[in-house]
T-cell receptor, first 111, second 114 residues
Framework: GQNIDQPTEMTATEGAIVQINCTYQ??????LFWYQQHAGEAPTFLSY????GLEEKGRFSSFLSRSKGYSYLLLKELQMKDSASYLC????????????FGTGTRLKVLA | GAVVSQHPSWVICKSGTSVKIECRSL??????MFWYRQFPKQSLMLMAT?????????EQGVEKDKFLINHASLTLSTLTVTSAHPEDSSFYIC??????????FGEGSRLTVL
């Protein structure tokens, strides 16, 4: 079956670094995505990994290990506006490249 | 990036009525669109994959007669919630992609059934 797991909630302090983990078990793999979603809004794209390793984009970095079915999103220099839900999603090549989302991690940044 | 527009953003309806939500890709052609449902503080649950010119593919547990999906053109997919009931109240989000890469989301539609 398809299974994507993330911690439900995390709390961190402004200016700190936080790592949000995601483990997955899917039938097929065609890439892993991280999205940010503020309450009541649609998700916005953060990063995409299809090969093993680290992808860096400003304050955000994402890591992938396909052999371990594991990814993490690293947020540096946390700001209050980073308080949001972070969704891990896997693209599964089932003909139409279906995207399956994880449970999401609600991050609260404290002053 | 690509733009996906969803309408309406908010809709309130009476129990038993039907509601239609539109999803448009504004600057690209989307042969495939996805419809998600999201309950408060939960993640996105894929409801169905909408394919242009053919029937939608529904996820297990999603009633196809309840949630009618039509993808009549390369830029428009619609989701109709038929005979809506309070338990159908949710945040519905559509998405589209230009290829096997990034998924672009609409703004979402919040449905409240009284």
């Amino acid at each position: 079956g398809q299974n994507i797991d993330q911690p439900t909630e995390m709390t961190a302090t402004e200016g700190a670094i936080v790592q949000i983990n995601c483990t997955y078990q899917t039938s097929g793999f065609n890439g892993l995505f991280w999205y940010q979603q503020h309450a009541g809004e649609a998700p916005t794209f953060l990063s995409y990994n299809v090969l093993d390793g680290l992808e860096e984009k400003g304050r955000f970095s994402s890591f992938l290990s396909r052999s371990k079915g594991y990814s993490y999103l690293l947020l540096k220099e946390l700001q209050m506006k980073d308080s949001a839900s972070y969704l891990c999603a896997v693209s599964s090549p089932s003909g139409t490249y279906k995207y399956i989302f994880g449970t999401g991690t609600r991050l609260k940044v404290l002053a | 990036g690509a733009v996906v527009s969803q309408h309406p953003s908010w809709v309130i309806c009476k129990s038993g009525t039907s509601v239609k939500i539109e999803c448009r890709s504004l600057d690209f052609q989307a042969t495939t669109m996805f419809w998600y449902r999201q309950f408060p503080k939960q993640s996105l649950m894929l409801m169905a994959t909408s394919n242009e010119g053919s029937k939608a593919t529904y996820e297990q547990g999603v009633e196809k007669d309840k949630f009618l999906i039509n993808h009549a053109s390369l830029t428009l997919s619609t989701l109709t919630v038929t005979s809506a009931h309070p338990e159908d109240s949710s945040f519905y989000i559509c998405s589209a992609k230009t290829g096997p890469g990034e998924l672009f989301f609409g703004e979402g539609s919040r449905l409240t059934v009284l």
